[in-house]
């Protein structure tokens, strides 16, 4: 890397803190390689970030969030082609929200009392702990509905008409009144062949009985997490009748879309929605759900470029219609996108994800924003973001230094 690159690109850390910053050209940059001792100066990119070291650093300083290490944080790394990751114009992170899994593993099938409640969330609404309520997020999506129960009504010690005992309005109200928006997600990769059932029985009675759902809690509207691969035709055929059935229904409610990290998983859904459900408005936008590990800009920036090699070819999405997400734990310990902003993924992706090029849709850069998998307790495996964890030193500093506003779907950019 010649000179010139070298002080251009140390210059692009403070200006994540700062406000507009460009994904880094990482052409010249080495990988990082565990055989090798990297001097003072040295930079590398690992994982499609850019590294700078500041010490002599042995075999074990892996340049990773997940570490403690001498590497100093560049910023993500620009995709092949993409000219940097935009022309000069830097957007705003709109949407800054967290899936909330409850306390039982994301059933919601739990009562809870407001009071309870907070003990176990006050970092969502109240990153500075001193109780002047300043939100970490603005969007909460409570997951998840069970489709079947759902569509049945059940009544059990669970289920109140179909809807997790949990899920409440008062839940709800604890977010809205402080500004945050509220969606319910309906399926996840627990409920793949109720969700089938569902969509083979009476798709058009089940986004009924959701819009129901979301204007009873006084919620903002529904997130369709359907992932089960290749769908067959009676299911592609039960998802449109959902979506159109959905969107006749008043109140308009929001509907959005989970798709896979990049378009290479679910590709007849993420096909549907570039060529007909995100031009058309039946979905308002589509979440880029998380991998197994960190996911990269590459896997992003498929959803901008599409897949015009598949057959038939995956069209491009308008970056203004597509969240991308992050995690919140690792296993048994919180990420740094939870604890610890300055060594986090969000951070270090934020120039790449605010300034992403449109490639064949769309007329403005810069993704929607972010998601992060997930509050609460997601998992039996993941240590929870209740007390003594929490993540106001991750998203609440996150919510300060990109300057979130209270998030209005009615102004979302669309193009």
Same mark, same amino acid.
């Given at each position: 890397?010649?000179?010139?690159? %070298?002080?251009? /690109?140390?210059?692009?850390?403070?200006?994540?803190?700062?406000?507009?910053?460009?994904?880094?050209?990482? /052409?010249?940059? #080495?990988?990082?390689?565990?055989?090798?001792?990297?001097?003072?100066?040295?930079?590398?990119?690992?994982?499609?970030?850019?590294?700078?070291?500041?010490?002599?650093?042995?075999?074990?300083?892996?340049?990773?969030?997940?570490?403690?290490?001498?590497?100093?944080?560049?910023?993500?790394?620009?995709?092949?082609?993409?000219?940097?990751? !935009?022309?000069?114009?830097?957007?705003p992170i709109s949407i800054y929200g967290v899936w909330?899994?409850?306390?039982? *593993?994301?059933?919601?099938?739990?009562?809870?009392?407001?009071?309870? *409640?907070?003990?176990?969330?006050?970092?969502?609404?109240?990153?500075?702990?001193?109780?002047?309520?300043?939100?970490?997020?603005?969007?909460?999506?409570?997951?998840?509905?069970?489709?079947?129960?759902?569509?049945?009504?059940?009544?059990?010690?669970?289920?109140?008409?179909?809807?997790?005992?949990?899920? /409440?309005?008062?839940?709800?109200?604890?977010?809205?009144?402080?500004?945050?928006?509220?969606? %319910?997600?309906?399926?996840?990769?627990?409920?793949?062949?109720?969700?089938?059932?569902?969509?083979?029985?009476?798709?058009?009675?089940? &986004?009924?009985? &959701?819009?129901?759902?979301?204007?009873?809690?006084?919620?903002?509207?529904?997130?369709?997490?359907?992932?089960?691969?290749?769908?067959s035709e009676v299911e592609l055929n039960g998802i449109?009748?959902?979506?159109?059935?959905?969107?006749?229904?008043?109140?308009?409610?929001? %509907?959005?879309?989970?798709?896979?990290?990049?378009?290479?998983?679910?590709?007849?859904?993420?096909?549907?929605? &570039?060529?007909?459900?995100?031009?058309?408005?039946?979905?308002?936008?589509?979440?880029?759900?998380?991998?197994?590990?960190?996911p990269s800009t590459d896997q992003w920036q498929e959803?901008?470029?599409?897949?015009?090699?598949?057959?038939? #070819?995956?069209?491009?999405? &308008?970056?203004?219609?597509?969240?991308?997400?992050?995690?919140?734990?690792? !296993?048994?310990? #919180? @990420?740094? @996108?939870?604890?610890?902003?300055?060594?986090?993924?969000?951070?270090?992706?934020?120039?790449?994800?605010? /300034?992403?090029?449109?490639?064949?849709?769309?007329?403005?850069?810069?993704? %929607? !924003?972010?998601? *992060?998998?997930?509050?609460?307790?997601?998992?039996?495996? @993941?240590?929870?973001?209740? #007390?003594?964890?929490?993540?106001? @030193?991750?998203?609440?500093?996150?919510?300060?230094?990109?300057?979130?506003?209270?998030?209005?779907?009615?102004?979302?950019?669309?193009?």
């Amino acid at each position: 890397m010649n000179t010139s690159k %070298l002080i251009c /690109t140390i210059a692009l850390f403070p200006a994540l803190w700062a406000g507009p910053a460009f994904a880094i050209d990482c /052409t010249d940059l #080495p990988e990082w390689k565990r055989q090798r001792y990297y001097l003072e100066g040295d930079q590398v990119q690992y994982r499609d970030v850019a590294y700078e070291n500041t010490a002599e650093s042995s075999k074990r300083d892996k340049p990773d969030p997940d570490y403690e290490h001498p590497w100093l944080l560049l910023g993500a790394c620009a995709p092949p082609d993409s000219g940097g990751g !935009g022309n000069g114009e830097v957007q705003p992170i709109s949407i800054y929200g967290v899936w909330h899994c409850g306390n039982s *593993f994301c059933d919601w099938s739990q009562k809870r009392s407001v009071d309870e *409640f907070h003990l176990a969330n006050r970092w969502i609404i109240d990153a500075d702990g001193d109780g002047s309520n300043r939100p970490s997020v603005n969007l909460v999506v409570l997951s998840f509905l069970e489709p079947m129960e759902l569509l049945e009504g059940t009544n059990n010690s669970v289920f109140l008409n179909g809807i997790p005992k949990g899920m /409440t309005k008062e839940i709800v109200s604890y977010f809205t009144d402080e500004d945050i928006r509220v969606l %319910l997600s309906m399926g996840g990769v627990t409920y793949t062949s109720s969700w089938n059932e569902a969509l083979i029985t009476a798709p058009a009675e089940l &986004a009924r009985k &959701a819009h129901a759902a979301v204007i009873s809690l006084e919620a903002d509207g529904l997130e369709i997490d359907w992932e089960n691969g290749t769908p067959s035709e009676v299911e592609l055929n039960g998802i449109e009748v959902f979506i159109e059935t959905y969107n006749g229904l008043a109140p308009r409610a929001v %509907l959005t879309l989970d798709l896979a990290v990049g378009s290479r998983y679910l590709q007849e859904l993420s096909r549907r929605a &570039a060529k007909d459900w995100l031009p058309s408005g039946k979905i308002d936008y589509i979440n880029a759900m998380v991998p197994r590990g960190d996911p990269s800009t590459d896997q992003w920036q498929e959803h901008v470029d599409g897949k015009p090699n598949y057959n038939p #070819p995956i069209l491009p999405k &308008a970056p203004a219609k597509v969240a991308v997400s992050l995690w919140l734990t690792n !296993g048994r310990k #919180p @990420n740094p @996108n939870c604890v610890q902003f300055s060594r986090s993924s969000q951070l270090a992706k934020a120039d790449y994800v605010r /300034t992403v090029q449109p490639n064949g849709a769309g007329s403005t850069p810069g993704f %929607l !924003g972010y998601m *992060f998998w997930a509050a609460e307790c997601p998992s039996t495996r @993941n240590v929870c973001t209740t #007390p003594p964890n929490g993540c106001a @030193n991750g998203m609440g500093v996150g919510a300060t230094e990109f300057k979130i506003q209270p998030l209005n779907f009615e102004t979302l950019r669309t193009e």
